[in-house]
């Protein structure tokens, strides 16, 4: 067990042949000169004007003892985390608390204004519909 083998790190020795060292590149196209990874934004970072579609925003008091609650509903193609994420940011805004409940954001007390702002920011259409 004395005898260790150690492989050396400083790239000295070769492991063995390069299979591809018998390749040529004649026939590949050949890289611009001013290619740069980051020449431009990438398209993800651009921001979207397309409209999500619209959402309603209600202001409901039925069979919740009294207490006011405002009601975002007729969400359309986005799912439960995105919903999770914009509840989130309407709770931290207007400094109450909500769920999301059977598809829908529930945010207490009557704060249509601030919740129609940041559904707007989010590319909804917000539009406030009875209550």
């Known amino acids: 067990m004395s005898s260790h083998k150690h492989i050396p790190t400083d ?4 492991f063995g042949h390069n299979p591809f ?3 040529s590149s004649d026939g ?5 000169e001013n290619s740069s990874t980051d020449s431009g934004p990438p398209p ?3 921001p979207t004007k397309k409209n999500r579609g619209r959402v309603d925003i ?4 039925a069979g919740r003892g009294g207490k006011t609650v405002t009601v975002v509903k007729n969400f359309v193609g986005i799912g439960l985390p995105e919903k999770e994420q914009l509840a989130r ?4 805004t207007c400094g109450t608390g909500g769920t999301v409940k059977d598809g829908q954001i529930e945010i207490q007390g ?3 204004a601030e919740v129609a702002r940041i559904l707007t920011e989010a590319n909804f ?3 406030f519909a009875g209550g």
């Open 11 to 14: 790239g000295g020795q070769s």
């Open 21 to 23: 060292a018998a390749l």
């Open 28 to 32: 590949l196209p050949t890289t611009p």
């Open 44 to 46: 993800a970072s651009k």
């Open 58 to 61: 209600l202001r409901v008091k």
């Open 89 to 92: 940011a309407m709770q931290r």
């Open 110 to 112: 009557d704060q249509r």
């Open 125 to 127: 259409r917000p539009v």
